[in-house]
């Protein structure tokens, strides 16, 4: 079946118009599972990082025979490293479950943002006729588009919850008939 074939049996079904025909077929969008697991595993790395350095900074301090201001300087810096990379490895591992948790689902009735994680859901629907603006925003390298409802509702995708939420925007503008704005 050709696309204008495909167009013309939708159009004679009652639907005449392209965001109707965008609408009635559900999507459902998720991140990247590569991306989800490169998160992890890079938490992973962070804390055989972490006890590398802390090793390293063992080493320079031990035998404290040896020690010396230069010495005990620079294993105080390996151990702020190692602090930091260790600090990292909890947060690289939530944001990767995190975000093995987020969806968005568009159907023939509005987008449902499903944006918590099982202890703390977020869930928020918005029917397409609910829908007031699509605002974009930059926030340093982040990326955020802000989808508006009328009653006040606000759902956020960025660059942290999502690969592309510039792509995600733009399902959304599509299946609204509105643009994204600069905000």
């Not at 204008?4 to 965001?19: C, H, K, W, Y």
């Not at 595993?41 to 900074?57: K, R």
């Not at 930091?84 to 943002?113: D, R």
Request: charged share 15%.
């Amino acid at each position: 079946m050709s696309t204008p074939e495909f167009l013309d049996s939708r159009q004679s079904a009652g639907i005449n118009s392209q965001i109707e025909i965008n609408r009635a077929q559900p999507v459902v969008v998720r991140n990247s599972r590569l991306l989800i697991g490169a998160t992890l595993i890079m938490s992973l790395f962070a804390a055989l990082i972490a006890i590398c350095l802390l090793l390293l900074a063992m080493s320079l301090v031990f035998p404290l025979s040896d020690l010396t201001i230069d010495r005990a300087r620079s294993a105080s810096l390996w151990l702020l490293y190692a602090t930091v990379s260790a600090c990292s490895c909890p947060w690289l591992w939530s944001v990767g479950w995190a975000m093995a948790g987020y969806q968005i689902q568009l159907n023939s009735s509005g987008v449902e943002f499903r944006l918590g994680t099982k202890k703390k859901p977020s869930n928020l629907f918005l029917a397409w006729d609910q829908i007031s603006e699509i605002k974009r925003r930059r926030l340093g390298v982040d990326q955020q588009y802000l989808v508006h409802g009328i009653d006040g509702s606000e759902a956020i995708i960025s660059s942290v919850r999502f690969f592309r939420p510039k792509k995600v925007a733009r399902l959304i503008a599509a299946r609204t008939g509105l643009t994204i704005q600069k905000g």
